[in-house]
């Protein structure tokens, strides 16, 4: 079945560059998207089609989907960007849904 | 202002049933798919199913399928999920979310209703 691998863990210090990595062997004919969630909270999306922003969500996210693996990278990261990050994919008709495991990015 | 309201979560026996529903509002309902995803405690984000607009095409992840049953009722605007044969590996929050109107990816999320399967 397909999966979708990330590293638990990204720590990074205030103002700096936080990178989170999202690998998937049919990572290249689909796309990706990443949720934020913060603790006691429903997840948010933050990233869609690879690399677009929603509405609301800041400037310093963007993404990017390369070869087998997606990346969410956060400029600059803030105290408030502190959650843990799910990326996810799906097949072309939406018959089979994954998230990633999670990466806890930990800002301090 | 598009809200999900979960409900029917509880404490439930190895085997037994449950039913959730998920209130919708803000929005035409019937034009949307819907999903269930669930997050058992401490852990990440999973699947459950996915319902199309019409309610014609219905898909479940391999974690669920023959004992979960996902359904709706577009004139009272809610999503329900019938879990059969519960197993403690199945206690959850479970979120009701709603599809992107042209994509399948989740835009709105509930705020869930937590499953325990306990003896």
């Known amino acids: 079945s397909y999966e979708l691998t990330q590293p638990p863990s990204v720590s990074v210090s205030p103002g700096q560059t936080a990178r989170i990595t999202c690998s998937g062997d049919?990572?290249?004919?689909?796309?990706a998207f990443w949720y934020q969630q913060k603790s006691g909270q429903a997840p948010v999306l933050v990233m869609y089609?690879?690399?677009k922003r929603p509405s609301g969500i800041p400037e310093r996210f963007s993404g990017s989907n390369s070869g087998t693996m997606a990346t969410l990278t956060v400029s600059g990261a803030q105290v408030e960007d502190e959650a843990d990050y799910y990326c996810?994919?799906?097949?072309?008709?939406?018959?089979?849904?994954?998230f990633g495991g999670g990466t806890k990015l930990t800002v301090l | 202002e598009v809200q999900l309201v979960e409900s029917g979560g509880g404490l439930v026996k190895p085997g037994g049933s449950l039913r959730l529903s998920c209130a919708a509002s803000?929005?035409?309902?019937?034009?949307?798919?819907m999903n269930w995803v669930r997050q058992a405690p401490g852990k990440g984000l999973e699947w459950v199913s996915s319902?199309?607009?019409?309610?014609?095409?219905?898909y479940y992840a391999d974690s669920v399928k023959g004992r979960f049953t996902i359904s709706r009722d577009n004139a009272k605007n809610s999503l329900y999920l019938e879990l059969n044969s519960l197993r403690a590996d199945d206690t959850a929050l479970y979120y009701c979310?709603?599809?992107?109107?042209?994509?399948?990816?989740?835009?709105?999320w509930g705020q869930g209703t937590p499953v325990t399967v306990s003896s």
């Open positions: 319902i199309t607009a019409s309610g014609s095409y219905i």
């Open positions: 996810y994919s799906t097949d072309s008709r939406g018959n089979h849904r994954v």
């Open positions: 803000g929005f035409t309902f019937s034009s949307y798919a």
């Open positions: 089609e690879d690399n």
């Open positions: 979310a709603r599809d992107f109107i042209v994509g399948f990816y989740f835009d709105y």
């Open positions: 049919g990572l290249p004919k689909k796309y």
